[in-house]
């Protein structure tokens, strides 16, 4: 399973889609931390984690989009042949599903690495920041919950009707520029943007980085609805082309 896993992997980056989703995504990229993160998000400093989630929060839905993108690939004229083939060997299709995800996990995982590489050079040459620990939090709430849950509504829409997952894109765009309750913000963009006003002010001048309950069980939630939505894409999927 390693051997397909490298090889789906190889597949899905080694093509003129990934390079331009991820070109498009590092420009998206500097364009926001040239725009609104250089002067800092709730009158927090724009190495802040505050600004930090809204960085992320604003590029999350193209690194989603990205992620569906990736999805649409099983569902291609050539991937239909591969599929033949590998179905006609005695590799299990359930655990060659799961394999193909888990390589479509890989690559939004490449993409958002060279999206956090980026921001990273940025606050080193701009600002000679280099305590990036500070952001660890924010990354690991904003991109792993949305990721399992966009991969699971994806791969369940895919299942009903491929060009479904052009809705879903839609969907996650607009979605990402709405103002949602704290518990249901998939992206945390207001989260981040806003929730800082009301807190007290430290020390520094600016509120800690604290995230309240609400927000943490919202990210747990998307987090495991999504597992259960990609296991039952996944079978699905093998079960159709069986």
């Not at 033949?84 to 958002?112: E, H, N, R, W």
């Amino acid at each position: 399973m390693i051997k397909i896993f490298k090889y789906e992997l190889k597949r899905l980056i080694i093509n003129k889609f990934f390079l331009i989703l991820l070109a498009v995504t590092l420009i998206y990229s500097f364009m926001t931390l040239r725009g609104n993160i250089i002067l800092g998000v709730a009158y927090t400093a724009p190495f802040s984690s505050w600004s930090y989630g809204a960085y992320l929060a604003g590029v999350l839905p193209l690194l989603l989009t990205a992620m569906l993108f990736f999805i649409t690939f099983m569902y291609s004229a050539s991937e239909k042949q591969v599929k033949q083939l590998t179905f006609a060997t005695p590799t299990d299709p359930g655990k060659y599903t799961l394999v193909k995800c888990a390589a479509m996990a890989a690559g939004y995982v490449i993409i958002s690495l060279s999206v956090i590489a980026l921001s990273l050079v940025f606050y080193g040459t701009v600002f000679r920041f280099y305590g990036f620990g500070a952001f660890l939090i924010p990354i690991l709430l904003t991109l792993l919950p949305a990721m399992l849950f966009i991969m699971g509504v994806g791969l369940l829409a895919g299942g009903l009707q491929p060009n479904i997952i052009y809705a879903v894109m839609a969907a996650t765009l607009i979605i990402g520029s709405l103002p949602l309750p704290a518990f249901i913000d998939l992206f945390g963009s207001r989260f981040f943007s806003e929730y800082p006003l009301t807190l007290p002010l430290g020390p520094d001048g600016e509120p800690a980085f604290s995230v309240p309950v609400s927000f943490v069980l919202g990210k747990i939630l998307f987090g495991l609805s999504g597992i259960m939505m990609i296991f039952a894409g996944t079978r699905s999927f093998y079960v159709k082309n069986q």
